[in-house]
């Protein structure tokens, strides 16, 4: 049986899905798109993870560089399945509003301050559980940053923008240290 174009643009599919995923947790490699459309975008791609493991640099995607993505893609799955989902916010119809004092605004100050080290218009804040003036202030140019009207409350839709910023920047510096960690290994041997 021939190969047909759609089994071809589904396995580039494939490809194009595993470079993004992988590329999530190793920034250097670059963000594909799947189109299914084998382009110099994808081949630069297939080019910075052969660098990136050890493979010849072809920008093709042989046997070797087939089954290293596959199971690099595997591995990077499952380590962002490891990590379970914290969900302190009670629901859609739950806010944080200047005064309150809970564990929940102990866990928002602590991605405020996170978020803060990324973001010269956060300014960081105490941990101390009370949703006070520069928490709420914190949060206002947060809402700015996000493009949302800067209420100063923390409803479901601030509090996932927030989350969604704190894990990326999170994830970043645990690269960095990860990498930092590796050098360090690296110069003692």
Known sequence: MAYTEEEKKAHISEIQK????????????PTV????????????????????YGLPVTGTVDRATWELLF??????????????????????????????KNYTVYILQ????????????????????????KTADAVKNMQTVTGESNSGEVDYKTWNKLA???????????KKCEEEKTAAMEKTQ
């Not at 993004?20 to 947790?25: D, L």
């Not at 301050?113 to 941990?127: F, G, K, R």
Request: net charge negative; hydrophobic share 35%; no cysteine.
């Open 164 to 174: 969604r910023m704190y894990n990326f920047h999170s994830m970043q510096y645990a």
């Open 33 to 52: 798109i799947p189109t299914g459309v084998y382009d110099d975008k994808t081949a630069e791609a297939v080019r910075a993870f052969q660098k990136e």
């Open 71 to 100: 199971e690099v893609y595997l591995a990077v799955q499952e380590y962002f399945a490891e990590s379970a989902a914290i969900t302190p916010f009670p629901d859609s119809a739950y806010s944080i509003s200047e005064g309150e």
């Open 110 to 133: 602590a991605m405020l301050n996170t978020i803060a080290e990324y973001y010269s218009n956060v300014d960081s804040v105490t941990v101390d559980g009370v949703y006070g003036k």
């Open 18 to 29: 595993y470079l993004r995923t992988i590329s999530q947790a190793n920034g250097n490699i």
